[in-house]
Nanobody, 115 residues
Framework: QVQLVESGGGLVQAGGSLRLSCAAS????????MGWYRQAPGKERELVAT???????RYADSVNGRFTISRDNAKSTLYLQMNSLKPEDTAIYYC?????????WGRGTQVTVSS
């Protein structure tokens, strides 16, 4: 059973930083595209960043240059370092693992950025 458990969300002022973590089942990073998505109230879930097994990354335009996705293979943990946070970054952030027809989600962690 694949498990993805997010942590690290919270309340931060605009301009601040947070680091999200996603504890993942072992073995995913070698074959799954791992990613972070977010969903703000009244909006659809959107891609934030992805990290392929090859370590290639992809970022949404809205976070490029402010957010960094990374992983620690030994800890089987995916990270999202978020800097220069803006109120529009407020959302529930979800960890995702995807390979072929397999698509797994964590339960999410709330990030709230106050102005």
């Amino acid at each position: 059973q694949v498990q993805l458990v997010e942590s690290g969300g919270g309340l931060v002022q605009a301009g601040g930083s947070l680091r999200l973590s996603c504890a993942a089942s072992r073995g995913l990073f070698g074959t799954y595209i791992m990613g972070w998505y977010r969903q703000a109230p009244g909006k659809e879930r959107e891609l934030v960043a992805t990290l392929a097994p090859s370590l290639s990354t992809r970022y949404a335009d809205s976070v490029n240059g402010r957010f960094t996705i990374s992983r620690d293979n030994a800890k089987s943990t995916l990270y999202l370092q978020m800097n220069s946070l803006k109120p529009e970054d407020t959302a529930i952030y979800y960890c995702n693992g995807k390979m072929s027809v397999y698509n797994y989600w964590g339960r999410g962690t709330q990030v709230t950025v106050s102005s």
